[in-house]
């Protein structure tokens, strides 16, 4: 041995085992703050790449510049890809047709599908001659045209345009949506054909869409642009979703889960402090002797400290690598969860994909904890005094001041709550942990209710294809919903009757009303978004729901009077649905009744919308003999493509929030294994002297089983005091104001964390009871 900090390397292998509890704490908290900042990068890279796959990968777009300025733009060294692109009867709105459907005619140039990852071509190439078109997949079938055959582009002043099919790209979920198909041709050619059939379109200059190189300073960037090509800041536009995401616009939304992960992050590594702080004090008070030794030997209190911190530092060398590791399995687990929930979706999600910043921050964060965790125990460590080198007694055991209480309780169960309440400061800070785990759980659990109302992909009034009628008229007749019944590949088929803009009123109030009919299915689907009232009446042809909104909050049994083909027809409230299928316009309340009772007060029998679900295998012909059967009469909205998004969305936002939960659930289980642990190890040595007057080991592992019950209850109920309330002011804050959902107490989530303490609690008695048995009189002991 060179020097002396040599004896933490000694010490370190003799004492492996009796420190195996720091190390684990050590491992935790890194492996805690890891998992948090990965997990938070693995949300940005999904969500980045939902953006992409929606939105484009474009940065900026400029409008009205001129084709000199688009040309530098272009040649700038950080510009990656930069192109013209532009849309013609992207609403729907223009009676636009390509071959007999309704068609969204773009302009574009080659890197337009750089911009659009997500459309890609699946047969043929870029357009190379005046009359060459790209068509979207769905026309193959809709307008039974191959590569090289020709269609018809044919404008809304009614003149027709002969094309060249030159290749398809696969369809995207708006034109499945629409049951439009897409047109891709040159944009120089698009401009000119645009000029003769839309002069007043033509006017405005096609977009310019411009990506940067990575590492861009994008602001500073759009600044200089502005500024050296003569630009108004009014002509650019952003892709704020994405830019927020990579942190690089005024608008950074989701900056917001970053703050989440940092503020999560403090909480694990205070609870990370408390919890190594503990073990450390624990170590030092078990090794006293030896402080108290290298003091006899001539060891001043700033070496000592020194040996405290660099065995502190000795022990993350094995233990960060191996929290590290774990979080990387983990955040691997759930980008191969994501992948094979949502395959189509996040195909681009790497698989094994490695957050450098999840690990250096947990490295970083884990070396601060272990410091800071180090300086109380290397300050009590440096204090030791001679005296206790030379005697071997140790300080820290406690001199009873009060006798236990007898009277009530046996033996065990009344040491056993003595020693819960013998040293006050402990066991209020034991009993405040406990209670914070709780508090902590269920406020974050209101996230995991904002969830599922903002996103709600998974309803089961969800269609897979939606057939409407065209100027939203009752016009599809009961016989369609019948003949598409008996598809094999049809699951479910349910309609609705609608009435738009009828001038009534709610409770004496002039409203604008629309009156949707419900089958039997739908209404049983509409008990799960019941917040009031009941569905007896509507079901008995005797009521109606009304969709609860913030402005309008109304009341069972208030009063609703329709006026229909001259005729007031009066109705009462009978139940308040949280939210429906529709989108809701303030201004115009939604009524549902049932199909019997708006047949007769609107004498009308055919239906605005039939919804379809389907069966989880289905093949194309199938789809194509749905979409025969309904012809070019209704719009047919294939919704399938659009549904994949959402469920992409609302899976990688699920494993983002339940990841946190379970975390919270981990920082509770080992917090209050290793409190109860490091009260034992604290205790060795009066348990030893129990043993030796003849206390038996089921009698000591009651002891301190009832002191951690004691811990566990009043954690409870501290937390529940405080949590409660808590939860519903959140919960009022973020859904009820919002969707109208009452609160309720969160019984459910209440049993699952008082369970999961439980369930810890019988873990930490289970930890001692092999010490206590394995515990020899002699060892230790003065006698």
Partial sequence: ???????????????????????????????????????????????????????????????????????????????????????????????????????????????????????????????????????????????????????????????????????????????????????????????????????????????????????????????????????????????????????????????????????????????????????????????????????????????????????????????????????????????????????????????????????????LVGLITVLLSARIPAKKASQTSLLVALSGNREGEYRAKKAANLKIFHVDTALGIYHAKENKRKSILIVLSFAFSIILFLAFNTAIHFMNHAISPLNKNTPDISIISRNNSNSIKSNLIEDIKLNKSVDKVYGRKLVYDLNGKIDGVSKKINLVSYDDLQLDWAKDDLIKGSLDKIKNNNGALIVYSEKNKNKIDDNISININEE??????????????????????????????????????????????????IAEEDINEIRNRVGNEFIFSDLRLENEETIGAYYSFALFMYGFLIIIALIAIFNIINNISMGVSSRMNQYRIMKAIGTKNSQIIKIIGTEAVIYGVLGIVIGCLIGVPINKFLFNKLITTQWGTAWTIPIYSIFIIVFIIIVSILLSIYGPKKRIYNMTIAKESNI
């Fill in 568 to 617: 007031e027809i009066n109705l009462k409230v009978s139940g308040v649905l949280s939210k429906s299928p529709f989108k809701n316009n303030k201004n115009i309340e939604t009524i549902i009744c049932s199909e019997e009772l708006f047949t007769k007060i609107t004498k009308q029998k055919n239906y605005t919308i039939v919804d379809l679900q389907l069966k989880n295998k």
């Fill in 1 to 363: 041995m060179k020097h002396y900090l040599d004896l933490v390397w000694i010490s370190s292998r003799y004492h492996k085992k009796k420190s195996r509890m720091t190390r684990i704490c050590i491992l935790l908290a890194v492996f805690l703050v890891t998992v948090i900042f990965s997990m938070a990068d693995m949300e940005i890279r999904s969500q980045k790449i939902q953006t992409v796959n929606s939105d484009g990968a474009w940065h900026i777009s400029l409008k009205n510049i001129s084709s000199k300025q688009a040309e530098k733009i272009s040649k700038r060294k950080d510009v990656k890809h930069s192109s013209w692109y532009d849309v013609y009867n992207y609403n729907l709105d223009k009676n636009l047709l390509i071959g007999e459907s309704n068609g969204v005619f773009m302009g574009i140039e080659n890197d337009f599908f750089e911009f659009f990852p997500s459309i890609k071509k699946v047969e043929g190439g870029f357009p190379k001659k005046d009359n060459d078109i790209i068509l979207t997949n769905n026309s193959k079938d809709r307008l039974n045209v191959q590569l090289e055959d020709t269609v018809n582009l044919k404008f809304p002043s009614g003149k027709t345009k002969k094309l060249n099919i030159c290749g398809f790209v696969n369809d995207t979920s708006m034109i499945t949506k629409n049951d439009s198909i897409g047109g891709m041709m040159k944009i120089e050619v698009f401009n000119k054909l645009l000029a003769v059939e839309d002069g007043e379109f033509s006017k405005n200059k096609n977009m310019f869409y411009v990506e940067f190189t990575s590492y861009t300073n994008i602001q500073k960037a759009i600044s200089n642009i502005c500024q050296d090509y003569g630009i108004d800041k009014n002509q650019v536009g952003e892709n704020t979703k994405l830019l927020g995401l990579m942190l690089q616009s005024d608008d950074n939304y989701m900056m917001q889960l970053y703050i989440a992960a940092i503020i999560l992050a403090i909480l694990v590594t205070i609870s990370g402090i408390l919890m190594i702080s503990s073990s450390l004090s624990n170590e030092i008070t078990r090794r006293i002797e030896f402080f108290g030794s290298l003091r006899c030997l001539g060891a001043t209190p700033k070496q000592v400290k020194k040996i405290v911190r660099r065995e502190a530092l000795n022990w993350c060398v094995s233990s960060m690598p191996l929290g590290i590791i774990l979080a990387l399995i983990v955040v691997w687990l759930l980008c191969a969860t994501l992948k094979f929930m949502s395959p189509v979706y996040f195909k681009d999600l790497p698989a094994l994909g490695i957050s450098w910043i999840g690990i250096v921050l947990g490295i």
